[in-house]
């Protein structure tokens, strides 16, 4: 695996200079942001979501944007309009936030359907279409979208069919009391961020997502997988599960999480422990079953007790 793992390694202890105590939510960021795909983070303000974010940004090299959703928030907002000049008496596109590598879209939800769908277009084919015209986005291109799951007021919830185009979804959670207060001694005098310095480049990251695709998977852990992802298709408190696209970015996310721990080859492990947060956002729950308490995450849970994990033999 050469050094890949190693470059991995760096980026994870890089970013906890900022991060701290969030060691396994840094790893989902980066299994995703590796496996090409985008992370939507949905948690309370103020527990560190833009600061994954920058963290990240800076320790790949890479060029960061955030963007602030609100209900007047327009699509040319984010892509970027074509501007006339009278001197030259020509038109000159000025690119928007989108135009970045690692992009911060806060409060996703805030947006209008119109902007949010104009972003997720983007996520999905790398490019936008401005003005009769098609301009790619730089790579690697990730998103981040960040929502409250708290406050409704004002928010256009995104569709189940948006949600979808993200790989991943997760959370921060609240620091740890002895976590809290090594935070604040790191703020004392300035934030950490603003002393944070790349470890890696953006090139390197494009070599590193090529190399996701490379690492193995044996045909009964593609099996497991599936079997996985059928049962949230049956499962009688789940009226839509999970689809092929599910199937597909668990399968790359788990060829990353090897990659990013030494390995050329895929376990059961690595499906079962990625499942919940690639899974749990695709699915619809009946609204009876939401009643008693039930969520989507406590039903992969118990729909990976129930499939039984395949032995892998030595080659």
Known sequence: MSDFDKICEE?????????????????????????GGHLLLEDVPGVGKTMLARSLAVSSGAEFSRVQCTPDLLPKDMTGITVYHQETEEFEFSPGPIFSQVLLVDEINRATPKTQSGLLESMAEGQVSIDGATKILPQPFFVIATQNPVEFDGTFPLPKAQLDRFMMKTSMG???????????????????????????????????????????????????????????????????????????????????????????????????????????????VKSESQLRGTEAVNLIAKILKKVSVPVLQEE
């Open 11 to 35: 980026i994870l202890d890089n970013m906890e200079e900022v991060m701290v105590g969030k060691r396994e939510v840094l790893e989902e960021a980066l299994i995703c942001f590796l496996a």
């Open 174 to 284: 609240y620091p740890g009391q002895e976590d809290e207060v090594q935070i604040l001694k790191q703020v004392k005098k300035k934030h950490p961020i603003k002393s944070l310095e790349s470890v890696t480049t953006p090139e390197k990251i494009e070599e590193l997502k090529k190399e996701v695709r490379q690492v193995h998977v044996a045909d009964k852990v593609a099996e497991y997988l599936v079997k996985i992802v059928a049962k949230t298709r049956e499962h009688p408190d789940i009226v839509l599960g999970a689809s092929p696209r599910g199937s597909i970015d668990l399968y790359h996310t788990a060829q990353a999480k090897a990659l990013l721990e030494g390995r050329n080859f895929v376990t059961p492990q690595d499906v079962k422990s990625l499942a919940p947060s690639v899974l749990s956002h695709r699915l619809v």
